[in-house]
């Protein structure tokens, strides 16, 4: 195997060598001159020596160095462990806004993927019938995993951290913090926008994700645990959306966008990760009522689109699984989000 002590020496000749190139002209620098381009990406620690990554998978060996110690001792047999690396076997997690749509999915998805439970968080006082039948189907799956309800609305901070914590009580650990909780914006020229609109937006679609990704942060910290934090946001957070009079909803996922960045470089010392999905537009109950109202929006929305469609819930059980998981273990402060 590679010794990391000759690789440390390398990268530091390498490093001291690139400073003294002259500025290339090929494609590969393009018009970074090489010693910035190579410092950004590995930066120099104290006394000019690199330090090698430290992260240790529980499935390690991975990958290559499995495939190189399996050469040296014939005796390993060969096996996959792609799939393993996004098994949440046994893992905790809570969704907010998991009484219907994309919520819903995503709890389904954490527990087809192992989860020992996932809390689903809505504001509804019992749960609707979706979301009984998929915790009967949860149930009937017999694979350990389950689904639990509690109403709790997400603006309420304190209410939300007390959920956290009674979950850390009972479980004894915390993985997994989803805020999907989400409400849309009315129609109304940003110029009039009144303020009773805009607080109440916000106060769902960024102070309930940020109060979400607390509990979830709290408990983790409290258990001294690495965790993934995910917050839906939307590509209108980002994008010009021209023809939707939505000041409060486009702002209101901006900030989550941001508010997951921001997360992620504080809470990565502890291990925490935390990423942000903008879906797109998905068929669900949210844009269903759009549609209804204006159903030339189908067309635009599509267009939108390099698929030239609207997508549906299920088509994020990957992705959400993904950012739960170790498979996505140096994936932080990211926005998933479709081109547009
Ligand atoms: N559907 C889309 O096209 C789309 C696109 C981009 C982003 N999103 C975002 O995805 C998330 C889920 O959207 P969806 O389409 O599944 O919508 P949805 O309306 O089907 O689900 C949203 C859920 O959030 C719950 N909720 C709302 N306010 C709450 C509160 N104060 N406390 C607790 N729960 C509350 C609702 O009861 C509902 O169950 C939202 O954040 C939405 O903004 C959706």
Not at 158 to 168: A, N, P, S, Y
Request: with cysteine.
């Amino acid at each position: 195997m590679t010794n990391p002590a000759h690789i440390s020496k390398t990268l530091t000749c390498s490093c001291f060598h690139f400073r003294h190139l002259p500025r290339a002209p090929n494609a590969l620098w393009g018009v970074v001159p090489p010693s910035r381009a190579f410092s950004r990406r590995i930066p120099p620690q104290r006394g000019g020596k690199l330090s090698l990554p430290t992260r240790t998978s529980p499935l390690a060996p991975l990958g290559v160095t499995a495939a190189l110690q399996a050469k040296k001792d014939p005796s390993i047999k060969p096996r996959s462990k792609i799939f393993d690396e996004f098994s949440l076997r046994d893992r905790v997690g809570l969704v907010s806004g998991a009484n219907q749509g994309l919520g819903l999915e995503m709890a389904l998805a954490l527990c087809e993927a192992g989860a020992r439970v996932v809390y689903c968080l809505d504001r509804a006082a019992a749960p609707a019938q979706d979301w009984h039948a998929t915790r009967e189907y949860v149930e009937r799956m017999a694979n350990g995993s389950r689904l639990e309800y509690v109403s709790c609305d997400v603006t309420d901070q304190q209410r939300v951290w007390k959920i956290g914590e009674e979950i850390g009580d009972k479980e004894g650990r915390f993985d997994i913090g989803v805020a999907t909780a989400g409400v849309p914006s009315l129609h109304i020229n940003c110029l009039d926008y009144p303020h009773e609109q805009l607080r109440k937006v916000l106060d769902v679609n960024t102070c309930g994700a940020l109060f979400t990704a607390q509990a979830a942060g709290r408990q983790m910290t409290r258990f001294n645990m690495s965790g993934s934090i995910i917050l839906i946001a939307s590509m209108s957070g980002s994008i010009t959306n021209r023809g939707h009079a939505w000041v409060s909803y486009n702002s209101s996922k901006a900030a989550v966008i941001q508010m997951a960045r921001s997360m992620a470089c504080e809470l990565g010392d502890k291990g925490i990760r935390v990423n942000s999905v903008s879906p797109g537009h998905i068929f669900t109950n949210m844009s269903a009522a759009e549609l209804e109202t204006r159903p030339q929006l189908l067309d635009i929305w599509s267009d939108f689109n390099p698929l030239r469609r609207i997508g549906t819930t299920d088509e994020f059980r990957g992705v959400i699984t993904w950012l739960a998981s170790d498979a996505s273990s140096f994936c932080t402060g990211s926005e998933y989000a479709p081109i547009t």
